[in-house]
């Protein structure tokens, strides 16, 4: 009777196929969870779990390496990122001038032998007569973008002088070798003519107008230096007054030893003015650029060369008693008049 009242009495209910598997999933989740250490990984960081649909996922790792190295999109630069080396470049040299001509100004003024004449440079020992007549430092004087060409001008002269000079040796030789002494001549005179006055009329007045950017001096300078020219290109192709092409076309037309190192001379010596012709043409459009390109011009020169006039103390002088002359006859051709 009391077996008829327990309903487990002859049946165990844990045998139940369901149950028993639901009791093997708990029992391997309890031990997962007791094997489950928080510290054994302590780089990983963590984060929530993402369900991740099993379609998207490759199961190639080939595949799965090419999508994780899939590199970033192009980055482009926008314009106010670039910096342009260009710019600061020429800002560099802009500085470092301005800083050259802050020096070559602070040198000028604690320099003490400003003005003392220098040039020629004549030793002490010669007599009184026999001083420099000019004061130039191209280093103190001029601008720091002007001090190449003057450097260059002043080279040029130089140049002038040694072909000048070797002109009176090559005409020295001809003279010796076939008798002709017109050349030699003239090679002396123009040596002691031209050295002193190629210096005081267009190397001078480009070293005065590159020092205080005066336009009268620049004017002189292309008038004197373009005559200059003109004698270049005629000592080129001279007889008698230089040792030029026709010079050399008549020594070597003669026979002889003396007449082939003559010709070698004359040779030489045209080479030079060959070369000072072709100088003097480019060092004057150059220089022209350059007085171009500070917007200066002849209505500027003929402004600077009136006020330089008014300025003057001597001009103003001269005024002076030439307009209290006229008055002063005035008055007396009046009162005479009277009278």
Not at 43 to 72: F, G, H, L, M, R
Not at 254 to 261: A, I, K, L, Q
Request: glycine share 4%; net charge neutral; hydrophobic share 45%.
């Amino acid at each position: 009777m009391s077996n008829d009242l327990n309903p487990f009495a002859n049946e165990n209910p844990f045998t139940d196929p369901d149950i028993q598997r639901v009791t093997q999933t708990t029992q391997v989740n309890q031990q997962s969870l007791d094997d489950y250490n928080p510290f054994s990984q302590p780089n990983v960081q963590s984060k929530p779990a993402a369900i991740i649909p099993t379609s998207t996922i490759s199961s190639s790792p080939a595949e799965n390496y090419q999508i994780n190295d899939q590199k970033p999109p192009a980055y482009a630069e926008t314009s106010a990122q670039k910096l342009n080396l260009t710019d600061i470049e020429k800002q560099q040299q802009e500085l470092n001038q301005r800083a050259a001509e802050l020096d070559r100004r602070e040198q000028l003024i604690n320099n003490p032998t400003i003005g003392v004449k220098n040039f020629p440079p004549f030793p002490s020992w010669c007599p009184g007569p026999i001083k420099p007549c000019f004061y130039q430092d191209i280093n103190l004087e001029i601008p720091i973008e002007f001090q190449r060409w003057v450097r260059l001008l002043f080279y040029l002269w130089i140049f002038h002088v040694f072909t000048l000079g070797f002109n009176i040796i090559a005409a020295l030789v001809v003279f010796i070798a076939t008798g002709m002494g017109a050349t030699f001549g003239y090679s002396i005179l123009y040596f002691v003519l031209f050295t002193p006055c190629s210096y005081a009329c267009w190397f001078r007045p480009a070293y005065k107008g590159f020092r205080n950017d005066s336009s009268v001096n620049f004017m002189i300078f292309f008038f004197a230096f373009f005559i200059q020219c003109i004698l270049s290109v005629i000592a080129v192709i001279s007889q008698y007054w230089f040792c030029g092409i026709l010079l050399l076309i008549k020594v070597l037309g003669t026979t002889g030893v003396g007449n082939v190192v003559a010709g070698i001379f004359v040779l030489l010596a045209t080479i030079c003015f060959v070369s000072i012709a072709a100088i003097d043409i480019l060092m004057l459009i150059k220089i022209h650029r350059l007085y171009r390109n500070t917007g200066a011009s002849f209505q500027k020169a003929q402004a600077e060369f009136a006020t330089n006039v008014m300025s003057n103390k001597n001009v103003q002088n001269a005024a002076a008693s030439v307009v209290t002359e006229g008055a002063r006859s005035a008055m007396q051709s009046n009162s005479r008049g009277r009278f």
